[in-house]
């Protein structure tokens, strides 16, 4: 192209003193950044397809390279943002919808980052988790309106199908075709492993994945990918995705060329089709609609595991809750608009949506005041990112919490958001054979199991310090929050008083 | 005896085994010093092909023909590990051209050069396995 609107984003710095010419850079990298040049016997560098995602630097062996944010600039605006004047060219050039991967990156307001947790002092003792029981198992299910008893007096306990989780977090959706066979290996055992369970996104169930059924959520989407009886059969629970955090309202695109043999085995469509998830369920209009799908996949599975509706957070999700609650769920999912994705369309992406904190404590509070909050299990996602965002979110009324994104990031992810190219370096977001792996579970899995364990040590500490010694005696106790630097509004949505108060 | 063992199916032909060999060798404290400008002979090599590729290097057979072949005495099989005593060494390379493996090679100075499994410059596991991104290159103890 004679003009050149679109300037590189990043720089290679390759600091040649320290390179030994080793070519690991070259060898590693899908966006064929590097090359050698053999006449001068020296390693340069394309900083145009760079995408940041520092595999060539966590992989070279003498630290000879960086990558930093190139110096290039627009005159200064800030109103037209160098982005902003970018994106332009870019759909002027292309004429297309702008694509995006992963979470929301855009300046708004992270409520976790603006709420404090208590502690105890003096008038109510601490608890040290390594010197006393904590507990931090759940389960999730719909739990009944009151005790009830026999003729005996004794507790009748016939109680809706619960699954029980070690700690309150689970991997959330992410399908086998937008990951890898091996990330996807990875997310399974570390479940197993941890007591907690996965979820397949709507991609269908690997075969050889069967046997950690046990620790798999199945799910029904609109596309409706590999749904029939023996998967439906295989898993711990089975989730109903009406909606995701990253792209509210719209459905699901997975190119053909994505679709190799394994992946059309495990969706049930022929190789090298596009797999397209429609925005809604054709099949469901209304909350009664909604209820027949629910009841549909009760009566296939003889009523022995409990269904999950998973819903992105929007404008009027606390009534959508109660809906979804009426519908005979046994567990809603909501999805908050930091949450991830392989693909999504960018304006969707930074513009659609709730924070998840604020769609978390209307949900819990409009179920609470409609006295139906024990019939279903609320589970938080979009963008937990730490032990201490558990917590919180525990605290405004979440029974678990879904994390996807720290999981991926465990698993060697560098977020630089690239996985509509298909081309990710390190074997996640990507289905190239000589990419995926890269990905070996047996080091991914343990560093899942890694994080969590570390988590739930974090977990108990804060637990620990606020005299808590039971996760179950968190859930929904606002008062262990405080909020910093919100108005009263905020306040009043998160059920939170202002720290100092 | 604890061996190092390689698995094709998680190597990415990334060549960082050899660099790794060759910096232990050198006695360094910094890659960069230590290779910057040389071309580098290791003791493991990577065998690629049509998208395949795996780390060779020193099996330290039950029966090594290297060892039977060897006319000084140089090679020797002491606690399950084949080393060279570099003196007694002549560069007849009759090592060379037994090894089924291709795992032994000369080195800069006319001696022979083989895996040791790092006994002679590192203590614990060998470079190559613990340089490995992939977990391709692994030590452990499988029995003869």
């Known amino acids: 192209m004679a003009v050149e609107y679109i300037q590189p984003e990043y720089e290679v710095v390759r600091n040649q003193e320290r390179c030994i010419v080793c070519r690991v850079c070259e060898r590693q990298c899908a966006n064929q950044v590097h090359e050698y040049l053999k006449d001068s016997n020296r390693m340069v560098a394309d900083d145009s397809k760079c995408v940041n995602c520092h595999r060539c630097v966590a992989l070279c062996p003498t630290r000879a390279l960086k990558i930093v944010k190139s110096p290039h600039t627009f005159k200064e605006n800030t109103n037209w943002s160098g982005k902003a004047i970018s994106e332009i060219y870019k759909q002027a050039e292309s004429g297309g919808v702008l694509l995006s991967s992963m979470g929301n990156p855009e300046n708004y307001p992270v409520y976790f980052d603006k709420m404090l947790l208590n502690a105890s002092q003096v008038t109510n003792p601490s608890i040290d988790p390594l010197r006393e029981p904590m507990e931090t198992r759940v389960f999730l299910g719909a739990k009944p309106e009151r005790i009830e008893r026999d003729e005996k007096g004794r507790i009748i306990r016939s109680l809706p199908p619960q699954i029980q989780l070690s700690m309150p977090v689970m991997f959330s959706a992410m399908s086998y075709g937008s990951i890898s066979y091996n990330a996807h290996e990875s997310l399974a055992r570390a479940a197993a492993e941890l007591g907690i369970l996965y979820n397949t996104g709507e991609g269908g169930l690997h075969e050889d994945l069967y046997k950690y059924g046990k620790n798999t959520i199945v799910q029904v989407a609109s596309g409706r990918f590999g749904v029939h009886k023996d998967y439906l059969e295989s898993g711990a629970a089975i989730e109903i995705k009406m909606g995701q955090g990253a792209k509210p309202g719209i459905g699901g695109h997975l190119p053909g060329e994505k679709v190799g043999m394994d992946i059309s085995r495990t969706r049930m469509i022929p190789e090298g089709t596009d797999a397209i998830s429609p925005a809604p369920h054709h099949d469901i209009y209304s909350i009664e609609d909604l209820r027949q799908l629910v009841y549909s996949l009760k009566e296939a599975t003889g009523y022995k595991k409990p269904v999950i509706v998973k819903i992105a957070a929007v404008h009027n999700v606390a009534a959508i809750a109660s809906g979804i609650a009426r519908s005979g769920a046994d567990m809603i999912a909501i999805d908050g608009f930091r949450g991830g994705t392989g693909a999504a369309p960018t304006r969707i992406r930074d513009h659609v949506g709730l924070p998840i904190e604020l769609a978390l404590a209307s949900v819990d509070k409009r179920l609470r005041d409609e006295g139906i909050r024990n019939r279903v299990s609320i589970i938080a996602g979009g963008s937990i990112r730490s032990s201490a965002d558990v917590v919180k979110a525990i605290a405004l009324g979440a029974d678990c919490v879904y994390i996807a994104t720290a999981a991926l990031v465990a698993l060697g992810c560098h977020l630089c958001r690239s996985c509509h190219t298909g081309k990710c370096n390190w074997g996640i977001a990507t289905q190239r054979p000589d990419l995926v792996k890269r990905l070996n579970p047996n080091i991914g899995f343990r560093r899942l199991v890694n994080l969590l364990t570390a988590w739930q040590h974090e977990i108990k500490e804060m637990m620990g310090g606020m005299g808590i010694n039971s996760i179950e005696a968190l859930r929904g106790n606002r008062l262990m929050l405080r909020g910093v630097g919100l108005n009263e509004k905020e306040l009043e949505i998160l059920g939170i008083k202002h720290a100092g108060e | ?144």
């Not at chain 2, 360094?28 to 071309?39: G, S, V």
């Not at chain 2, 399950?80 to 003196?87: A, E, F, H, Q, S």
């Not at chain 2, 493996?101 to 190559?128: F, M, N, W």
Request: aromatic letters at 6%; proline letters at 5%.
């Open chain 2, 1 to 144: 005896m604890k061996r190092v063992y390689v698995n094709e199916k998680w190597c990415l032909g990334c060549h960082l085994c050899e660099y790794y060999c060759a910096f232990a060798s050198t006695g360094e404290t910094d890659m960069a010093r230590a290779l910057k400008d040389i071309r580098i002979n290791p003791r493991i090599r990577v065998e690629e092909c049509e998208g395949i590729s795996f780390a060779v290097s020193c099996r330290h057979c039950p029966e090594p023909l290297c060892v039977k072949g060897c006319i000084t005495g140089a090679l020797r099989k002491i606690d399950g590990i084949i080393t060279v005593d570099r003196n007694r060494c002549i560069g007849c390379y009759t090592c060379i051209l037994s090894c089924p493996y291709g795992a032994v090679s000369p080195s800069e100075d006319g001696a022979i050069q083989k895996c040791e499994l790092c006994i002679k410059t590192h203590e614990g596991t060998p470079r190559c396995v613990l340089g490995c991104p992939n977990g391709a290159i692994v030590f452990e103890e499988r029995g003869e």
